[in-house]
Nanobody, 117 residues
Framework: QVQLVESGGGLVQPGGSLRLSCQAS????????MAWYRQAPGNQRELVAA???????NYDDSVKGRFTISRDNAKNTVYLQMNSLKPEDTAVYYC???????????WGQGTQVTVSS
């Protein structure tokens, strides 16, 4: 079992920044990759960024150059630094962990990000 707890969401103006955190606990040695997804009202959940155990990263085209995924192994935490935020980034952001393939096996509770003036 893996438990994921997100934090760092909130309200920010367009052009602003936020950093999301996701702390993992439990069977963390089994995790092969972690990712951030988001879901806006009426939309499907979509992948934003992912990072593998080996440190490989990938991003959705809509966030490339603005968002950065990173991790602190000592703290069992993955971060999503979000810069130059746009209103279309508004969504609930979810942290996920995958154990076998890249398909998530565990999810956090989600954290709301609202970009509005």
């Amino acid at each position: 079992q893996v438990q994921l707890v997100e934090s760092g969401g909130g309200l920010v103006q367009p052009g602003g920044s936020l950093r999301l955190s996701c702390q993992a606990s439990g069977s963390i040695l089994s995790i092969i990759s972690m990712a951030w997804y988001r879901q806006a009202p009426g939309n499907q959940r979509e992948l934003v960024a992912a990072i593998t155990r080996g440190g490989n990263r990938n991003y959705d085209d809509s966030v490339k150059g603005r968002f950065t995924i990173s991790r602190d192994n000592a703290k069992n935490t993955v971060y999503l630094q979000m810069n130059s935020l746009k209103p279309e980034d508004t969504a609930v952001y979810y942290c996920s962990a995958a154990l076998i393939t890249k398909t998530p096996d565990y999810w956090g509770q989600g954290t709301q990000v609202t970009v509005s003036s």
